[in-house]
């Protein structure tokens, strides 16, 4: 019979497998939540990042499931013990260096309980954790232990003896692997290579991003150098007063359909003077390698670059073209939160051929920003603020509109230059 210590220890155990199981279920039922959250945790290299994603969860999940099914218990419990001390050393070192990281700790459950989002309580839960299971583990070969002393001894008194065919040279058989053992054995080597491969083209995705924000702080410091060479504009190289929209750009003539179409040829109009004839790769999401066709995946221009503040806000907006011009730098209320370019690259790629755009909120990577302040980073859609639609009346001016709904991310900003982009 098992002794009182293995009783409490199994009990352990099982409760720290269950409370894992359910926090590895929450991930995987909300795996685009949780893989957000994991950008927040800026210490941890980003090979782990790639992986840990789809990774944590599976772990999470797979081994209490083993160990209830009674599959190598002591190796779930073991590599458990692992994945809980790694969990502690790196909430602990975010905590230590002031870190705010958000944490999906129980996945689709964590919008029930805003509070385990906290660092201290990822501190406490991770070592709490650990403790139990440490202990539980201590317990349990305690009890294996004085189990095995009272069998030795029970035999030692009854006289037991060698059977005949031990006598002989036989030897009893060690334990082999079961074929359900093998089974799951070679499904974990499977998960494992999957993951492997997951990140590995996860680091070659973070590696594009990574050179879309720098180009995009590229393109930060020019609008900086044509800020100071145009009393502090943003670029405005067409009048609204003036059709036909006509720039000289690359040695041609270029002439645009409607006004707000500059926000797609901006990179036209200044490429000769403020680019040096650098290719047109530089104006291009790294992320589009020819998956959208016409060069789709250049960068926007946010529309509230090319007219007033009170043009962006149906209270103040009036017919014609009177608020429909340049306006200044020193015009951006929030800076660190107001879009200058933004790639859309990832909404249209996630939209199939022929279907209405895709929801930005289905969006599992941050898109690719340009702030008025000059910085770069990658905006969750679902941080992103709705803009305004363009009135009836400013839709039906002609040559004026381009697009009249707020179909993209960051383009129609309420209040415009004023207003913020995201949250």
């Not at 990179?267 to 790294?286: H, M, N, P, T």
């Not at 007033?308 to 020193?330: K, L, M, N, Y």
């Amino acid at each position: 019979m098992p002794s009182v210590m293995s009783r409490i220890g199994v009990t352990l155990v099982g409760a720290v497998m269950a409370v894992m199981f359910l926090a590895g279920a929450g991930k995987l039922l909300d795996l685009s939540a949780f893989r957000r959250s994991l950008l927040t945790w800026e210490y941890l290299p980003d090979w782990m990042l790639d992986v840990s994603w789809l990774g944590l969860p599976l772990a999470e999940a797979l081994l209490p499931v083993l160990w209830f099914a009674g599959i190598r218990r002591r190796m779930c419990e073991r590599a458990m013990l692992a994945l809980l001390a790694s969990m502690l050393a790196v909430v602990t070192l975010h905590w230590l260096k002031g870190a705010n990281p958000t944490c999906n700790c129980l996945g689709a459950l964590t919008r029930h309980l805003t509070f385990i989002s906290e660092v201290r309580f990822m501190v406490t839960k991770a070592g709490v954790l650990l403790g139990v299971l440490l202990l539980a583990h201590v317990l349990l070969i305690v009890g294996m232990a004085k189990r095995g002393a009272t069998s030795q001894a029970t035999a030692l008194e009854s006289g037991a003896t060698k059977s005949s065919a031990t006598e002989s040279g036989t030897t009893r058989n060690k334990p082999g692997f079961t074929l359900i053992e093998m089974l799951v054995v070679i499904a974990v080597i499977g998960t494992l290579v999957g993951l492997t491969i997951v990140g590995l083209s996860g680091a070659r995705g973070h590696a594009r991003r990574a050179k879309t924000l720098a180009l995009l702080q590229q393109h930060g410091g020019i609008l900086a150098v044509y800020a100071t060479d145009w009393q502090d504009y943003f670029p405005a190289f067409v009048d609204a007063a003036n059709p036909p929209y006509i720039f000289d750009a690359v040695g041609e003539t270029i002439e645009m359909p409607v006004y707000f179409a500059a926000n797609g040829a901006w990179f036209w109009a200044l490429k000769d003077r403020y680019y040096d004839g650098q290719s047109l790769e530089v104006f291009r999401d790294a992320e589009d390698i020819g998956n959208l066709p016409g060069g789709r995946g250049t960068f926007d221009m946010s529309c509230t670059l090319f007219a007033a503040p009170e043009f962006w806000a149906p209270e103040t907006r009036v017919v014609g073209i009177s608020q429909v011009r340049g306006v200044h730098h020193a015009d951006v209320m929030f800076p660190s939160q107001k879009t200058t370019l933004v790639s859309q690259f990832q909404l249209l790629n996630a939209t199939a051929p022929g279907d209405l755009l895709a929801n930005p909120a289905s969006l599992t990577v941050g898109i690719p920003t340009l702030a008025a302040d000059g910085h770069a980073e990658g905006v969750s859609a679902r941080q992103f603020i709705p803009g305004v639609q363009m009135a009836d009346a400013v839709y039906d001016t002609p040559g004026i509109t381009m697009h009249w709904q707020d179909v993209f991310v960051g383009l129609h900003t309420y209040k415009g230059v004023r207003g913020r982009d995201w949250k």
